[in-house]
């Protein structure tokens, strides 16, 4: 098949991105949230794949794990249909193919499994032509579950918290990717490293970012999120923070993050006047 051809191919079908970062505590299910809310707000059809068995995504947009019966994992252990599980949520445009705890047991089961790497991949094909968007919440591991979504993803996007220890682990994660690419998925792209729970009052993260954007450069989103209570908030009342608070920097800034993504994919629906909020600045960080 030509590159015209296959280029063709891909932008009739969403594109998978998958969020991780085996460093825990990064924000990574709350990008995943909301990047998914946000793409639905501008009105792409989005899927959010909750791929961590702490189910935090699926609780996040407005579902009780405990009340799930049927989840990702008996996609991927006894071959349910991805279709006939996924949920609509409160958002326009965004729906949830949801986890439960038992997905834990998954990577045992699927051990001695043909193509053990590749079962997700299998699993998304069927619905990806129903999406412009699939978001996969990969939990914060690199074990197989997770290389089953960077298998079955077009690009990668690595949320990395503006702290101390902020490129810990991130050779680590790099490098599985890698292997990923030479083994198992050689089209899969890095879509680029989102800058976390940033406070401009501390120097400290002023610093991290300036490191950051020295050893990465380019693949470095532009837009940083910023440390802020909307955002720790939003998930306890099931919410992205879009629909929980549209007007606070979180909100402001996983938007324009969204719409800086559409812009290297070429894929913006908006002219450019629009393409970025105007966020005031003010003295708090928590607004």
Do not use: W
């Not at 249909?81 to 609509?88: G, H, N, S, T, V």
């Amino acid at each position: 098949m030509s590159a015209k051809k296959k280029q063709e191919v891909k932008e009739r079908q969403g594109k998978i991105i998958a969020l991780t970062n085996q460093k825990g505590g990064v924000g990574k299910t709350t990008s995943a949230i909301n990047i998914a809310a946000s793409l639905a707000v501008l009105e792409y059809k989005t899927l959010l794949v909750d791929a961590d068995p702490q189910a935090n995504a699926t609780s996040g947009v407005g579902f009780d794990p405990k009340s799930i019966k049927t989840s990702i994992y008996e996609c991927l252990v006894n071959e349910v249909k991805a279709r006939d599980i996924i949920l609509e949520t409160e958002t326009p445009n965004l729906y949830l193919l949801p986890s439960h705890l038992d997905l834990v047991g998954a990577e045992i089961e699927l051990i001695n499994q043909p193509n053990r790497e590749r079962i997700f991949k299998a699993m998304l094909e069927d619905v990806r032509k129903d999406y412009d968007f699939i978001i996969i919440d990969c939990s914060p591991s690199l074990g197989l579950i997770t290389v089953n979504a960077l298998t079955a993803s077009d690009s990668v996007l690595i949320p990395v918290q503006c702290e101390y220890f902020a490129l810990e682990g991130l050779g680590k994660l790099l490098n599985t990717i890698k292997i990923v690419q030479t083994r198992l998925n050689p089209e899969l792209e890095i879509e680029g490293i989102i800058l976390t729970m940033f406070d401009p009052r501390l120097r400290l993260s002023n610093q991290v970012v300036d490191e950051i954007r020295r050893h990465f450069q380019d693949i470095v989103f532009e837009t940083i999120i910023h440390r802020n209570t909307r955002l720790g908030e939003a998930p306890s009342f099931g919410k992205p923070a879009i629909m929980y608070d549209a007007e606070s920097k979180g909100s402001i800034n996983y938007m324009n993050m969204v719409r800086e993504m559409l812009q290297r994919n070429n894929a913006t629906r908006i002219p450019d006047s629009d393409k970025q909020f105007n966020l005031v600045e003010d003295s708090s960080t928590n607004n």
